[in-house]
Structure formats: structure tokens, C-alpha cells
């Protein structure tokens, strides 16, 4: 990944390409009536995010000037509350920026249109892009969104608190038992006995509890049975770590009252923190915006084999009742192309999900941390359907018993599996 100038100073190289690629015929292309064109209702940027905003306008605006059959009406930042009144009231957009976590529940709920039919085999989502986001928009069988970009998740390490321990700074912990001597040598305290900098918290970053299940070789998910597996016998396996890392250096609700919380980067960046597992961007995050040397690289695994690296990112999709549904397959292949991806990437560091882009990225022209962590890519995990609703809440309340002391681990994931069984039965009928 390039450094934040570099990548916006080459912006406009990239973007020319986007345009030479797509627009061969562009001064034709503007010749044509805008009033002549139809037009493709996008609902796009769905988070208003400022860094995206100037990319997105770009591809709006070369879209525009190269087609001469449609022209695009884009509305930023359609939340899901604001999707699900414009479907039920007829105005649904013909496309839709969607995060990709949520694509399986939206089309078992009806409200996407499966794409095969439409896209007639242009694009083989199954073959052509990750697995990760590819599983993320395939729901039995059928294609309901095309991947725009993704990220990956690895440990990230201060490399001068690891300097300063001792410690192999360039490489990182090269084994499980390693990676545990490295959170013990790099915890430090003052000297009344009071915690001041820690070698690692594991709910601190962007990892969560569904990464540690898949770290010890656990499950969340039955594809074929739909069904949850949250009692499988590895998920109580990486629930007994935590009880451990928690008796030896403080409970969930200790380190949360310290600034330590679920999700966040915790201390990391204040330099009171020397690891953590987290996505690519915060490599970018520390050494750009908080100006201290980084290293990264997959977590090393208990088993030597697993890895609980998962992917996030967007897609695009067309809701039921979308109006112009050429249209709609037209933007999406323009939006979602080699070219178009290769621009994000050059632009925000944004992951491609499509092969034939990671292929045109030389590793040797991005910085080491970054080329270590999109090593992962394709071993990442994909979440199962409806986790926002079931999984995450659920593994919660697990985390607030068994990490502050209150509840063993066997009986917190056996009530889970109990509550996620009976939800996924609502979900898909009892089998």
C-alpha cells in the first residue's frame, strides 16, 4: 500500500486509466442529448465517508461522459432504514452500496434480486473474486451482490516497544507459545504493581470474538444445515485462552473502564499498547496519522494452521423494484471492473476482490506490514448470515460473563448455541 501521498498524488494517473479504459469513446459519448439518456438511480457512499466521496464522484462523473444510453442520479448515504421505505414504497434505486456483511439477510428477506439472471455469466462472482467476499453475496446458489472492495485482519505491532523488549521487531512472534511470551514481556508496570503499558488486549482492535472461535480451528455456522455451531468443542477451546489472558492481566470491565474497550484500537496508538489485531488501514492509521514504525502479520494460531482473519467491505446490489435493470447490470460491471478496483486500491488502500486486480499489485512497491497482511487474503473468513443480528449480540453477552469472571465458559456458549438455534429457526424454519 502506497503512503497517503503517494496514493492521492496518483489519483489522476489512475483515474485517466480508469477513463481511457472504459471511455474510448468519450468525446462521442458527450455528444449525446442528456435528456436522450436513462437514468440509473444510485444509491451510493452508504456511510457518507468524506474519503471515499471524491473517488466516487469521479466514476459517477466517467460514467456519465461514456455512456450513451444512461446517466446517473445518485443519492449519498441511503441508510437501511431509508432502503427499506424506498422498496416498500416503489422508489427502490436501480443500484445500491452495500455492506456486504448484510447482502445474505437482505435477499432472503426479499428485498435484493438475484443478479445470474441478469448479469447471463459476464461476471462469475464464485470464480472471479475472493472467497471471502465472494461467500459474503452468494446465498444458496444464486449471486445477490458483486464485491467492490475488502479489507483483511492480522496482528500489528509498536516496533519500538518490541526494540526496546528485546524483541524481534521486523518479524513478529513466529509461534503461538512465542506470541504469549511477547504479551508478557511486553506488559510493563510501574513500580506499585499497576499495569502501565500492555503487550496485547484481545478485544482491543477489529478482530472480536467470532475471530478467535475461527483462530482455534471453531465454528459460528452449519451452510448446510443453517444452522449455528457455537457449542463446537474449539470455541470453547479459544473462550478458555481469554479466562487465562484475563486471570493473568485484568477482566473485560477492568480494561474497558481504562479506555481498552471492545472494537476500539484501545491504547495502541498512544504507544501504551504494543500489539493488536486489527485491519489493514490501521497500519496506515499509526504510521501516517500517529507517526511510529509499525510491523505486521497473520496472528500465529495455537494450532499452527488456523488463522481468524476475516473480511469486511462493501458490495453492490439491485433492490426488488429497481426501474432500469439494464442500467443497473451496466454500472455495476463498470463499478466493479479490474480498472475501477485497481483505482480504490491506488486511491485509499481499499482491497480489490477481484483476482485479475491483486494480480496487477506488486508487493514489492508496497511497504512490508501491508504486503504481510494481504498475504491473508484469501484465507479470510466470511460471516454467516444475519451475524450483525444473531452472532455479534450473542458473543457479547458471552464476553460479559466469562471475561469478567462470571460465568464459565461451557454453560455461556451452551445458552448461546440455545438462543442462536432458536433465532436461526425463525430465520429459515426448523430442519
Known amino acids: 500500500m502506497l503512503s497517503r501521498l503517494r496514493r492521492f498524488s496518483s489519483v489522476g494517473r489512475f483515474f485517466a486509466y480508469v477513463v481511457l479504459v472504459f471511455v474510448p469513446g468519450v468525446l462521442l459519448a458527450s455528444s449525446v442529448v442528456a435528456a436522450q439518456k436513462s437514468t440509473i438511480v444510485l444509491a451510493y457512499n452508504i456511510y457518507g465517508n468524506d474519503d471515499r466521496e471524491a473517488i466516487w464522484q469521479r466514476l459517477i462523473q466517467a460514467f456519465n461522459e461514456q455512456s450513451e444510453l444512461y446517466t446517473i442520479e445518485a443519492i449519498r448515504a441511503v441508510g437501511n432504514d431509508k432502503l427499506r421505505t424506498m422498496i416498500a414504497g416503489g422508489q427502490a434505486p436501480d443500484v445500491v452500496d452495500f455492506d456486504r456483511y448484510q447482502v445474505v439477510e437482505w435477499a432472503h428477506q426479499g428485498l435484493f434480486l438475484s443478479l445470474d439472471p441478469l448479469l447471463k ?28 472492495d475488502t479489507d483483511v485482519r492480522g496482528l500489528i505491532w509498536n516496533r519500538r516497544l518490541l526494540l526496546e523488549a528485546g524483541l524481534n521487531a521486523e518479524d513478529g512472534p513466529g509461534s503461538w507459545p512465542e506470541f504469549n511470551e511477547y504479551v508478557r514481556k511486553l506488559t510493563q508496570s510501574d513500580p506499585d504493581g499497576n499495569i502501565i503499558t500492555y503487550g496485547f488486549v484481545p478485544w482491543a482492535g477489529n478482530w472480536g470474538a467470532v475471530g478467535w472461535l475461527w483462530h482455534f480451528g471453531g465454528q459460528l455456522f452449519d451452510y448446510e444445515a443453517l444452522r449455528p455451531t457455537l457449542d463446537h468443542p474449539n470455541n470453547l477451546e479459544a473462550y478458555r485462552w481469554l ?47 500517529h507517526g511510529f514504525e509499525v510491523g505486521a502479520g497473520p496472528l500465529p494460531s495455537p494450532t499452527g494452521r488456523d488463522n481468524g482473519t476475516w473480511s469486511g467491505g462493501f458490495a453492490l446490489a439491485i433492490p426488488a423494484g429497481a426501474k432500469n435493470l439494464e442500467g443497473a447490470v451496466e454500472l455495476i460491471k463498470f463499478l466493479t471492473s479490474t480498472e475501477t478496483q485497481l483505482l480504490w486500491w491506488e486511491s485509499l488502500g481499499l482491497i480489490p476482490t477481484r483476482y485479475d486486480a491483486l494480480s496487477q499489485i506488486d508487493p514489492t512497491l508496497i511497504p512490508q506490514a501491508h504486503a504481510n497482511l494481504l498475504n491473508q487474503v484469501e484465507q479470510a473468513h466470511w460471516r454467516p448470515p444475519y451475524t450483525g443480528e444473531v452472532f455479534w449480540p450473542l458473543l457479547d453477552q458471552v464476553d460479559d460473563k466469562v471475561l469478567n469472571g462470571l460465568q464459565d465458559p461451557v454453560p455461556a456458549l451452551q445458552d448461546a448455541q440455545r438462543l442462536a438455534e432458536a433465532r436461526y429457526a425463525e430465520i429459515f424454519g426448523a430442519n
Open 121 to 148: 455469466g459476464e461476471i462469475e462472482v464464485a470464480v472471479e473474486f475472493l472467497p471471502g467476499p465472494a461467500n459474503e453475496s452468494i446465498f444458496q446458489g444464486q449471486t445477490y451482490a458483486i464485491p467492490t
Open 243 to 289: 479466562v487465562d489472558w484475563t486471570q493473568r492481566y485484568g477482566t473485560l470491565e477492568t480494561l474497558s473502564s481504562q479506555g481498552y474497550g471492545r472494537w476500539s484500537p484501545g491504547k495502541f496508538f498512544e504507544q501504551r499498547q504494543a500489539m493488536m489485531v486489527a485491519h489493514n488501514e490501521l497500519v496506515t492509521v499509526a504510521t501516517e496519522i
